[in-house]
């Protein structure tokens, strides 16, 4: 079975805090990605990667930044956390590397409050 | 620019009826691909379909139909004879690459409620 996990269900932190949120895939799968989901406004990406070491920024990249290691790890960090980054981190992957029009299997998602 | 739209934000059906969820989308690129994703209470997203740009066949899965009409812009999702357990929030998504970028796009999800 496929499987996306990423490192936390819920989270808590504080303003100006440095924030880590680990996502680890096990289906060798090229590109990885990071949205953040808020009400009325569905998924937004952050970030994606189609290959290690690489990045490419999404929609929304402002006040993140990503690593991405190892092929099934991709780290999403938020270098001073705010209250406005308060929302649902989910993480996913897809194979096929850049340019390609797969699925997403998506993580159980990381719900992030910042105080 | 590229766009997702889902007008309805919440639908609310008796178990048994039909229902219809519209997904509009903008695009420039003559190829891109079309997404269905569910996402349960439980939270995880789980992918239902994928239809290319060339390809307007429409789809059955089950109770489960799409209507792709590229003269509209839009991709419809209709679940047959809904059940209790189709009660999720729904997202449509573009994907394309636009000016050498890859572009993955979601609408702002339809919330579905089957009542028994």
């Known amino acids: 079975d496929v499987k996306v996990t990423q490192s936390s269900r819920y989270l808590v932190k504080r303003t100006g805090e440095k924030v880590f949120l680990e996502c680890v895939q096990d289906?060798?799968?090229?590109?990885m990605f990071w949205y953040r989901q808020d009400p009325g406004l569905g998924l937004r990406l952050i970030y994606f990667?189609?290959?290690?070491?690489?990045?490419e920024k999404g929609d929304i990249p402002e006040g993140y930044s990503v690593s991405r290691e190892k092929k099934e790890r991709f780290s999403l960090i938020l270098e001073s956390a705010s209250t406005n980054q308060t929302s649902m981190y989910l993480c996913?992957?897809?194979?096929?590397?850049?340019?390609?029009?797969?699925?997403?299997?998506f993580g159980p998602g990381t719900r992030l409050t910042v105080l | 620019a590229q766009k997702v739209t889902q007008a309805q934000t919440e639908i609310s059906v008796v178990e048994k009826e039909d229902v219809t969820l519209d997904c509009v989308y903008e695009?420039?690129?003559?190829?891109?691909?079309l997404f269905w994703y569910k996402q349960p209470p439980s939270g995880e997203l789980v992918f239902l379909i994928r239809r290319n740009s060339f390809d307007e066949q429409n789809e059955i899965s089950g109770r489960y139909s799409w209507n792709f009409q590229k003269s509209t812009s839009s991709f419809n999702f209709t679940i047959t004879a809904s059940q209790v357990v189709d009660s999720a929030v729904y997202f449509c998504a573009l994907s394309e690459v636009s000016s050498g970028t890859y572009k993955y796009i979601f609408g702002t999800g339809t919330r579905l409620k089957v009542l028994a």
């Open positions: 289906m060798d799968h090229e590109n």
């Open positions: 695009t420039r690129d003559t190829t891109y691909y």
């Open positions: 996913a992957s897809s194979p096929g590397g850049a340019g390609s029009y797969n699925e997403q299997f």
């Open positions: 990667s189609y290959d290690v070491k690489m990045k």
